[in-house]
T-cell receptor
Framework: DVKVTQSSRYLVKRTGEKVFLECVQD?????MFWYRQDPGLGLRLIYF???????EKGDIPEGYSVSREKKERFSLILESASTNQTSMYLC??????????????FGNGTRLTVT | KQEVTQIPAALSVPEGENLVLNCSFT??????LQWFRQDPGKGLTSLLL?????REQTSGRLNASLDKSSGRSTLYIAASQPGDSATYLC?????????????FGEGTQLTVNP
């Protein structure tokens, strides 16, 4: 089974801090994604990556950046955390070669609170 | 812009009942549709994926159907159990280009009472 692991289940950070959310997958997937999930707004795509060192903006990239130095790891960075970034963050991965026919595999999420 | 709607937002049923969850989408030009399950405070687990050329997919007690022309999909759960309690989300992929992104519904929160 595919395993997508997010390093923290819960994080509490202060406004202005730089925050790193880490995600690792063990299935050699090319594609990795970061979503945030908020009540009433559903899941929204922040950034995604099709290969090492490649990244593309999703629907809500403002205030975020990403890093993909190794194939198995995709990091989401909040450069200066703000209270409106309090949310559940979900990482996902999928295979490139079967991308259009393969399901997304999600991690368990990181609940981030910015105070 | 593609919009995905799931009605009802919440559903409560007694154990053993067969039930149907609904998903509708505004743009019928989709490539595939996926159903997920989400337990409280956790990530999403993929249940079924239906290609646009398919009418249905089955996995155990779950059966998902797709009617592209009417912009609808249903998830049928047979003989529901308390362990089926979760939020169920559907998501559509609009096309096969590299920029093609999933659009998610907000989910139906299902409670199966013992």
């Amino acid at each position: 089974d595919v395993k997508v692991t997010q390093s923290s289940r819960y994080l509490v950070k202060r406004t202005g801090e730089k925050v790193f959310l880490e995600c690792v997958q063990d299935m050699d997937h090319e594609n990795m994604f970061w979503y945030r999930q908020d009540p009433g707004l559903g899941l929204r795509l922040i950034y995604f990556s099709y290969d090492v060192k490649m990244k593309e903006k999703g629907d809500i990239p403002e205030g975020y950046s990403v890093s993909r130095e190794k194939k198995e790891r995709f990091s989401l960075i909040l450069e200066s955390a703000s209270t409106n970034q309090t949310s559940m963050y979900l990482c996902a991965s999928s295979s490139f070669w079967t991308f259009y026919n393969s399901p997304l595999h999600f991690g368990n999420g990181t609940r981030l609170t910015v105070t | 812009k593609q919009e995905v709607t799931q009605i009802p937002a919440a559903l409560s049923v007694p154990e053993g009942e067969n039930l149907v969850l609904n998903c509708s989408f505004t743009d019928s030009a989709i490539y595939n549709l996926q159903w997920f399950r989400q337990d409280p405070g956790k990530g999403l687990t993929s249940l079924l994926l239906i290609q646009s050329s398919q009418r249905e997919q089955t996995s155990g007690r779950l059966n998902a159907s797709l009617d592209k022309s009417s912009g609808r999909s249903t998830l049928y759960i047979a003989a529901s159990q308390p362990g089926d309690s979760a939020t169920y989300l559907c998501a559509v992929r609009p096309g096969e280009t590299s920029g093609s992104r999933l659009t998610f519904g907000e989910g139906t929160q299902l409670t199966v009472n013992p």
